[in-house]
């Protein structure tokens, strides 16, 4: 069972677009939510993280929004670039330390 | 700089011939992760070791053993693969466990079966 529902799997966006990936959870205990950027023959490397405590998370262009009630949280890439073209991947995670991971994103910005 | 490393980058065994996966680190990291990432689908957790302490998935199958010699070793053995086996294959680690630690992850080695 996907704990974590990730979408689109796919994404083609023109340079300086906005970038905008959702995920979606059911386990109310989860309280950590990373999301990982991982570029072509790289491992993942963690980009921004948030906790259920606020709605939004900003750093540089690009912000989390979630939504405790509707369990949904998001990615936004602001004015996006060719060099954020990458896999993109949502994380939950709970007390336990198991990581519960989206399938992925591919973005591509297309100059 | 890299500082958690698998080897090798691709690897091709044949069916039920087991075959060692490794990944060293030079964090100090007290915790070590091996995750099975198939196409299209998101990393799976396998097991992962805090210092000596082995702790396994409850649906990790028994074909998958790991080893952790010492701090910066670790080793994801697969006694016999099957062709479903085949996937990219994840090490992370992260300085302790905890739900809000950062996961530092390898290249990954991509393994196929014959």
């Known amino acids: 069972q996907q704990q974590v529902k990730q979408s689109p799997q796919s994404l083609i966006v023109q340079k300086g677009g906005i970038s905008i990936i959702n995920c979606a959870y059911e386990n109310t205990a989860f309280d950590y939510f990373p999301w990982y950027q991982q570029f072509p023959g790289k491992g993942p490397a963690l980009l921004i993280a948030?906790?259920?405590?606020?709605s939004e998370k900003k750093e540089g262009r690009f912000t989390i929004s979630f939504n405790k009630s509707a369990k949904q949280f998001s990615l936004h890439i602001m004015d996006s670039q060719p060099g954020d073209s990458a896999t993109y991947f949502c994380?939950?995670?709970?007390?336990?330390?198991?990581?519960?991971f989206g399938t992925g994103t591919s973005l591509t910005v297309i100059p | 700089d890299a500082m958690v490393i698998q080897n090798p980058r691709y690897q091709v065994t044949q069916f039920g011939k087991p075959v060692t996966l490794s990944c060293s680190q030079t964090l100090n990291h007290n915790v070590m992760y091996w995750y099975q990432q198939k196409s299209s689908q998101a990393p799976k957790l396998l097991f992962h070791y805090y210092d000596k302490d082995f702790n396994n998935e409850a649906d990790t199958p028994d074909n998958f053993q790991s080893r952790r010699p010492n701090t910066s070793f670790c080793f994801l053995d697969i006694r016999s693969p099957g062709l479903g086996d085949a996937a990219m294959y994840l090490c992370?680690?992260?300085?302790?466990?905890?739900?809000?630690?950062?996961?530092?992850f390898g290249s990954g080695t991509q393994l196929s079966v014959l």
């Open positions: 992370a680690t992260s300085r302790a466990l905890g739900q809000s630690e950062k996961l530092f």
């Open positions: 994380a939950a995670s709970n007390t336990g330390n198991q990581f519960y």
């Open positions: 948030i906790r259920p405590d606020v």
